[in-house]
């Protein structure tokens, strides 16, 4: 709990902003932490990476570099980007249904597409709790709920929720050009551990050279 509660104060209010500017449902925002414990580093036996666990060839279709020196999937700015407009997108597929969304963002549209087919086929209904989804998407869906009312609600359920505050964990800094990150560190007098913290998508010991000359600074003291 405290490690995710140190990543949540980096993350989370970023993640926060991006969602109500969309005007998502708030429960989107326990995505990243049941998929990756807000964990940027993160990597599955199925090579999804990231806080939002992107597959490599999701995040190809939607657009993210993954190469040696740069993964966008562990970026936390192009992530969150990413995996919002990819909800989005499964929110318009499934007529506007968010658990269906949430399920297939989990377990594939097509399967949950077949799910639904095979429902409607046989006169059932089609909802998300009516079909038939492997183990992890029927669990995947109720445990994001259920933070949210956890959160909603932290007394009720006797739970202690560490604060997180309300405002900018980090800075978006101008490098000027391609910087080794022990470097960056030193002139910006901020811990080299924080710094890759923040830019988890810089996979070398310098920025991209490809990339826009920036990188992300903690506001956090």
């Known amino acids: 709990m405290p490690m995710i509660s140190e990543r949540g104060s980096l993350y989370l209010h970023y993640i926060v902003e991006e969602i109500e500017k969309r005007g998502m449902p708030m429960e989107i925002a326990f995505v990243p932490l049941v998929e990756s ?85 046989r006169g059932l209904p089609a909802d998300f709790w009516s079909l038939q989804l492997p183990r992890e998407t029927r669990r995947y869906v109720p445990r994001i709920l259920a933070l949210g009312h956890i959160v909603a609600d932290p007394d009720m359920f006797e739970v202690v929720i560490p604060p997180v505050a309300n405002e900018p964990a980090f800075e978006v800094a101008d490098t000027g050009g391609q910087i080794e990150l022990a470097m960056a560190a030193e002139l910006a007098d901020v811990n080299l551990e924080t710094l890759r913290e923040l830019n988890p998508g810089q996979l070398r010991w310098a920025t991209a050279p490809d990339r826009p000359p920036e990188l992300l600074l903690s506001l956090i003291h």
Request: charged residues 20%; aromatic residues 12%; hydrophobic residues 40%.
């Open 37 to 121: 414990t807000l964990d940027p580093f993160a990597y599955s036996p199925g090579s999804a990476a990231g806080l939002w666990q992107i597959m490599p060839t999701t995040g190809e279709h939607l657009g993210l570099q993954q190469d040696w020196w740069f993964d966008g999937r562990r970026s936390v700015r192009e992530s969150t980007r990413v995996a919002l407009d990819y909800l989005e997108q499964l929110h318009q597929r499934f007529d506007g249904d968010w658990l269906l969304a949430l399920a297939a963002y989990n377990a594939g549209a097509g399967r949950v597409s077949r799910a639904r087919q095979a429902n409607l086929e």
